[in-house]
């Protein structure tokens, strides 16, 4: 009786009982653990009723599982993909369908390519992504016309390359894509005054900058140095302003609220980055350039505007970057205006199975 004991109270004290215990899909994948009453093994998500901790028994894969004597569970059926698994796959295929079409497939061409019905496709590639199919290719398109108008040639043949039918069309929304006229921004932000803030986030690395008419650019990498020095690069001709407070406030408020780590952990780090970049983008669009909102004003704006699912209990704090002072400076500069961040991310995700034997 005390070696059952002993048992239950260390599956207990193990991390990933209580990964079993919620059936936290976020662990699936991660490790499966076994019930010796039944013989099978499972995912941690899996909805059968959960056993005694001193039947259970972890494994870090399949492979072991199985090599112990164990079948897989009819229910959640840990052999196979899972649901997230396989979401993720049909809707990394559309986002490269939308990457190389000439023009952007209408809803009913993309849901048929993930083999889901219109309304079951819109909900989960939104749940995947956190963005809508349509939002995901408008991104995406931006994406080309501000690549496009770095290259020789003229505007024109710029816009229509990136997909859009009209220039009247692309005129419309340029200050929003670009923060500057399509011209300014092809002479390196000529006469543009641009304020921007480095930190990190759950992908690495993110600049975010802003001139007087809107957002110009947020980029992702693996060095903040080499961030501010491509920012100099694309815009040479304009005045670049790091350390502004009020901004640095304002973005780490921004990416704070929308961050969600555990969103798209199964998709691709440029899809995951596309989506990510647009919730920025749209979430910072919301609040007019030039206009100074208070820290809370800011996030109250963007809690209402951008709920994310994952991010509820969060929405008190900034979780998603957090941004110093610093003077202001020219990106020449910029290693003195750089600034530390902190991932976001749920405490589970900090010590998770961190200590757990994988044999």
Not at 26 to 33: E, I, M, N, Q, V
Request: with cysteine; glycine share 8%.
């Amino acid at each position: 009786m005390n070696a059952v004991l002993k048992q239950a109270d260390i599956i207990e004290r193990d991390p990933r009982w209580q990964a079993i215990r919620t059936r936290d899909a976020r662990a699936d994948g991660r490790f499966y653990y076994s019930v010796k009453t039944t013989g099978v093994y499972c995912r941690p998500s899996c909805g059968a009723r959960p056993a005694r901790p001193e039947n259970i028994a972890f494994h870090a894969t399949r492979a072991a599982a199985e090599r112990a004597g164990f079948r897989p569970c009819k229910r959640c059926k840990p052999d196979q993909p899972s649901l997230a698994e396989t979401n993720a796959a049909k809707i990394t295929a559309v986002c490269r369908l939308i990457e190389t079409a000439t023009e952007t497939p209408n809803l009913a061409a993309l849901a048929a390519q993930a083999q889901m019905s219109v309304y079951h496709f819109h909900r989960t590639f939104k749940a995947v992504t956190g963005v809508t199919p349509r939002a995901y290719a408008a991104e995406h398109r931006a994406q080309r016309v501000r690549a496009q108008l770095g290259r020789a040639g003229s505007v024109t043949d710029a816009i229509f390359d990136a997909g859009y039918n009209s220039n009247a069309r692309f005129y419309e929304n340029s200050n929003a894509l670009l923060g500057m006229t399509p011209r300014a921004f092809r002479h390196g932000g000529a006469d543009a005054q641009i304020r921007f803030a480095i930190g990190q986030c759950s992908l690495g690395a993110i600049l975010v900058a802003r001139s007087d008419k809107g957002i110009c650019a947020i980029e992702f990498g693996d060095d903040p140095d080499a961030l501010a020095r491509a920012l100099q690069d694309r815009f040479p001709n304009a005045q670049l302003i790091g350390g502004d407070a009020e901004f640095e406030r304002l973005v780490a408020k921004v990416v704070g609220f929308i961050e969600a780590p555990q969103l798209g952990l199964n998709l691709p780090l440029d899809v995951r980055g596309t989506a990510f970049q647009q919730r920025v983008w749209d979430a910072l669009r919301k609040i007019p350039a030039g206009v100074t909102a208070s820290y809370s004003e800011s996030g109250e704006c963007v809690g209402r505007c951008h709920p994310m699912p994952s991010c509820g209990a969060q929405r008190s704090r900034v979780v998603g970057l957090s941004l110093g002072r610093g003077a202001q400076a020219r990106v020449a500069r910029a290693r003195d205006a750089r600034v530390k961040g902190a991932t976001a991310g749920s405490e589970m995700e900090a010590a998770e199975y961190a200590a757990a034997p994988r044999n």
